[in-house]
């Protein structure tokens, strides 16, 4: 029996709302949507889509994934990310990657080529070498931007950070707050979907938090946390990874529609148990289950998505919080 095909994505939770790069990030959310969607149409699998559609934004340059990935504290980049095939539970996923430039692509080498599920650091760039993937280009004027901004702020503040590197330590809630206040647009990139045959499937791709500590991993590479797909829920997260990684969000929206098969009352389930166990403004997500019907949930002030309705695409970056 064919199913109904669906695919939702998200750019990241977080201030959307003040973001300088909005309209761009909404087109670019919207283009990739599309090439999913198209992807299901012509009968390709739930991977396919995903993994397409995550390295179209990751080739954007406008979101933090792959080419437009933010900078870390020292000014370099290390890339996260993850995919899961809800239909026979394979992993891929690839941690602090710094000279590739779709770690998607090769988060799905790791699952389909290899025998581990996360592959990291050097070895991942490696691998991304042999399979022939393109390198990670320098960064965009705007990403400089943005990290210039993030060190300004630093310096104003404690000219005498950059001193000594215990100094990163010894002022970590200070620089904690720098952080989270540059952190206006956690434009982090997931896409779930499923296909005509009913297969599930998730992936995520991230530069991970802006200034965050050189070789900082987050939840994108993290099974359960910032990814999962089973024959039941497909999930990709967004927010501070290590706030997702406690609540282990993806895995626990899909114990949650195990009880009450139901997506959007396991949605709601999930985000009210992270408010109560890690507090609000700390993440969101997209889910879509085995009948192709598509959820989100946050508890930022936006997050950026771009789903169907209609048979048209839609991105906002304002999503109605409940919805059914
Ligand atoms: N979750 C990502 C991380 O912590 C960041 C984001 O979603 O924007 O690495």
Partial sequence: MLMRPNIILHGGAGRWTRAKHVDKAQEVVAKCT??????????????????????????????????????DFMGGRSLDAGVMDGSTGRIGAVAAVTATRNPVVLARIVMEKTDHHLIGG????????????????????????RYQEAVKKLLEGKPEIYKKITDFLEN??????????????????????????GRLAAAVSTGGVIMKFPGRIGDSP???????????????????????IECMVCKQLDTYYRETRDIVAAAEKTIEYVDKLVGENTMGFIAVDKNGEVVWAYNTEAMLIGYYEDGEVRTTIKPPRNKR
Wanted: proline residues 7%; charged residues 20%; hydrophobic residues 40%.
């Fill in 122 to 145: 050097r070895g991942a760039d490696l691998l991304a070498f042999l399979n022939g993937l393109p390198p990670l280009p320098p960064p965009p004027p705007h990403v400089w931007e």
């Fill in 172 to 197: 970590y809630d200070f620089i904690r707050k720098i952080i989270e206040e540059a952190l206006d647009t956690g434009d982090t990139v997931g896409a779930v979907a499923v296909d005509s045959m």
């Fill in 222 to 244: 993290i099974p359960g946390a910032g990814f999962y797909a089973s024959e039941y829920t497909a999930c990709s997260a967004t927010g501070i990874g290590e706030k997702i």
């Fill in 34 to 71: 599309e090439k999913g969607m198209s992807i299901l149409r012509n009968n390709g699998s739930a991977v396919d889509a995903v993994v397409e559609a995550v390295k179209c934004t990751e080739d954007s340059g406008y979101l933090n994934a792959g080419v437009g990935s933010v900078l």
